[in-house]
């Protein structure tokens, strides 16, 4: 699809994907991936990040960045889902992941049948930072993670990058265990939340267990 794509006219295509939407604690990252015609032959291997271990991820890393044109992550943070809700948090570390290239993709391709990454009329991030108001076109397509390889870079380098933050933020809350579940909802992670009760790092408007919820 993204040779069909350049082919087709679109210069600079960017390739984005999530990591950290069903999380209960941690910032959600959209990886961003742009290519063009100027890219080689991609790295062997690449994959859906849910298909590779952990060290193949980390392997191919440095394949995915020499490959690409250029390459980021963005990131929204847990009080800014909690605030924003989760679409938006996405929307919201999708355009810090845009912001931070030297020049926007012509077209980004996205995974599913939804298009997020565009502003609806009632964003609830309304005027939050002026790079919301960057406009990309958007093509969508269901399990793009699977079936196209800069998706699949571009969920790679996310993952790398968000399995990073979590076990650094689990030196500094260790009964979470999140440099093993990474923030998702394991018994040992519920069991702590039930224990000890939410961090600034969960999203407490989430699907926490009901005697940890606010009020």
Known sequence: ???????GGVHRLGAIDEVGRGSLSGPVCIGLVVIDASVGRPPKGVRDSKLLSPARREELVPAIEAWAAQWTVGSA?????????????????AR?????????????????SHDWLTSPADDPLGGVMDILSTTVP?????????????????????????????????????AYGWDVNKGYGTLEHLDALRRFGPTPQHRVTWRLPEQVRPV
């Open 77 to 93: 943070e847990a009080f800014e889902v909690d605030r924003y809700g989760i679409t938006a948090g996405q929307r919201l570390a």
């Open 138 to 174: 958007v093509v969508t397509k269901v399990k793009a993670d699977q079936t196209c390889l800069a998706v699949a870079a571009a969920s790679i380098l996310a993952k790398v990058t968000r399995d990073a933050i979590m076990v650094a933020l689990a030196a500094e809350y260790p």
């Open 96 to 112: 810090r992941a845009l912001a931070a290239l030297p020049m926007p993709p012509d077209l980004v391709l996205l995974d599913g």
């Open 1 to 7: 699809m993204e040779k069909r794509l350049l082919r």
